[in-house]
T-cell receptor, first 115, second 116 residues
Framework: AQSVTQPDIHITVSEGASLELRCNYSYGATPYLFWYVQSPGQGLQLLLKYFSGDTLVQGIKGFEAEFKRSQSSFNLRKPSVHWSDAAEYFCAVRGSNFGNEKLTFGTGTRLTIIP | DAGVIQSPRHEVTEMGQEVTLRCKPISGHDYLFWYRQTMMRGLELLIYFNNNVPIDDSGMPEDRFSAKMPNASFSTLKIQPSEPRDSAVYFC??????????????FGEGSWLTVV
């Protein structure tokens, strides 16, 4: 069974500073990896995804993530955060075998932006 | 294209009442998922369907919960009787097996349930 670990429950950064949110996954085969963002009272919005190919993937809102198989990681980065980036961020892994196509989420990282 | 549509968006009900949550997946999608989000347990899968057939219902908490998908464009999640501990946000999501969709799972806006 797959699993995801997001070691940071809460991160605070200054507006304009760089950001890295950590994500480690466990899955026996090549994973399908995702980052979703959730603003308070809202649903889940897809930021980016990785299936294969280039290990550095670009997403919406200036986010990117790098897949590192050797470290079982898929960390999310942004070079300069904006106040509107304050939200909860979820890393997720999806199984590729029939009967195991569910999306398994990490516990989330809450991002606070200070002026 | 319309996204995943859920109703109701918000519901407050009394303990013991029946609650029915509804979902319309994205047209053409053959997978449908029901997730629940709580502060204590985070995002957890309740059940998912493929071509209207339940594939994995191991996350359904107990017999009070049931889910159906009578056709490709509609699914319900029912709680009977409801209890205060069922208070949560319930998300419906859908995806397509087709390669061009990228195996992405798209989420609805959620149904915010409060049981008092």
């Amino acid at each position: 069974a797959q699993s995801v670990t997001q070691p940071d429950i809460h991160i605070t950064v200054s507006e304009g500073a760089s950001l890295e949110l950590r994500c480690n996954y466990s899955y026996g085969a090549t994973p399908y990896l995702f980052w979703y963002v959730q603003s308070p009272g809202q649903g889940l919005q897809l930021l980016l995804k990785y299936f294969s190919g280039d290990t550095l993937v670009q997403g919406i809102k200036g986010f990117e993530a790098e897949f590192k198989r050797s470290q079982s990681s898929f960390n999310l980065r942004k070079p300069s955060v904006h106040w509107s980036d304050a939200a909860e961020y979820f890393c997720a892994v999806r199984g590729s075998n029939f009967g195991n196509e569910k999306l398994t989420f990490g516990t989330g990282t809450r991002l606070t932006i200070i002026p | 294209d319309a996204g995943v549509i859920q109703s109701p968006r918000h519901e407050v009900t009394e303990m013991g009442q029946e609650v029915t949550l509804r979902c319309k997946p994205i047209s053409g999608h053959d997978y449908l998922f029901w997730y629940r989000q709580t502060m204590m347990r985070g995002l957890e899968l309740l059940i998912y369907f493929n071509n209207n057939v339940p594939i994995d219902d191991s996350g359904m908490p107990e017999d009070r919960f049931s889910a159906k998908m009578p056709n490709a464009s509609f699914s319900t999640l029912k709680i009977q009787p409801s209890e205060p501990r069922d208070s949560a946000v319930y998300f419906c999501a859908s995806s397509s097996h087709r390669a061009e969709s990228g195996n992405t799972i798209y989420f609805g806006e959620g149904s915010w349930l409060t049981v008092v």
